[in-house]
């Protein structure tokens, strides 16, 4: 039977002197899914994290894992494993005793510790290197390695903190498909807090978009992406243009744009004049920025072609479009 590692936050608080770090989020977690926190920089993700294992105590509100309050248990006892950012390995000791060390701690046996950091080793691919220094290591292998350790303490949520912003964009890319898999073969919950967009929506089950110690958005990758609930999810997850319309002001895809040097027959008729500011290649599309008329000097818009419909009718800086979307296309904002 599986083991339950469902989390559920109650109107948690976290102060930092005057200050809310963490303002009253509501939020659950089901077992075995994999979360994660996204938002910029002082959103509050950290703290949310650091507050479930136990680094920080919550200044109100409650925290169960797999219906036990946790809210005010040490970290050690919580059923909690953090995986830092920096990994934070222990320089002098080789990779098969930094992962076997909690097990050290239990007053476990050598050979029983190390039968159990080899099993672990092997999953994440790190075998060979059981008896290097972490500074022998690469990035990447000392991630392989905090994590093996992380799992070593037998945690039923498993606890992320940026654990990929130090490596560079191709290992970034395969580490993050070594975690999700990593996660559906353990079966148990991932939390992991990032600011990438792109991460959030490769890895996660559910994404929570924080903004300034508040819950903005929770849902599937799909749902928050394409049917952001606020202007600031809107924009925060990129790829859209907040659009003021006489019903209101909605959220518009950039690849829902259509550009056209001229009205047409078929140009929508509430298409909008605007200039091209710049275009940009991509490889497989082209971004361009438009100014549209008749709104504030500074408001740019973002259309994405794909690269043969810009190769067929190609745009240079300074010249005049039409930009129009189909109605259903608009998504409004709250």
């Known amino acids: 039977m599986a083991i339950d590692s469902t989390l559920v936050l109650t109107s948690l608080v976290k102060r930092y002197g005057e200050t809310r770090a ?109 008896n290097r220094l972490p500074s022998e290591l690469s990035g990447g292998q000392q991630q392989r390695v905090a994590l093996a350790r992380a799992l070593m303490t037998e945690p039923r949520v498993l606890l992320l903190d940026e654990p990929l912003s130090a490596l560079d964009p191709f290992l970034r890319v395969q580490m993050r498909a070594e975690l999700k898999r990593w996660q559906q073969e353990l079966g148990f919950t991932f939390v992991h807090v990032t600011h990438s967009q792109e991460e959030a929506m490769a890895l996660a089950d559910q994404v929570v978009v924080m903004n300034q110690g508040r819950i903005e958005q929770t849902g599937s990758p799909r749902e928050v992406f394409n049917a952001p609930r606020s202007e600031f999810v809107a924009r925060f997850m990129g790829a859209h243009n907040v659009i003021e319309t006489p019903a209101g002001k909605v959220a518009v895809r950039s690849d829902r744009l259509k550009l056209r040097r001229g009205l047409s027959t078929a140009a929508n008729d509430d298409a909008r004049q605007a200039a091209v500011k710049a275009v940009e290649y991509q490889g497989t599309y082209v971004q361009v920025s438009i100014a549209p008329a008749g709104v504030a000097a500074d408001t740019h818009w973002t259309v994405t072609l794909p690269d043969d419909d810009f190769d067929d009718q190609p745009l240079a800086p300074g010249e005049t479009v039409f930009v129009s979307w189909a109605e259903d296309q608009a998504h409004a904002l709250v």
């Open 22 to 130: 963490v303002d009253g989020i509501d939020l659950t977690i089901p077992s075995g899914s994999y979360c994660c926190l996204l938002g910029p920089s002082g959103c509050g993700k950290t703290s949310t994290l650091r507050m479930i294992a136990g680094h920080e105590l919550a200044s109100e509100g409650q925290i169960l894992l797999g219906g036990k309050y946790i809210t005010h248990s040490a970290a050690a006892d919580r059923g909690t494993a953090m995986m830092f950012q920096s990994y934070a390995l222990f320089p002098h000791l080789s990779v098969l005793d930094n992962v076997a060390f909690s097990w050290k701690m239990r007053g476990k046996s050598v050979g029983e510790r190390h039968a159990r950091a080899k099993e672990l080793l092997q999953l994440v691919a790190m075998l060979p290197y059981l």
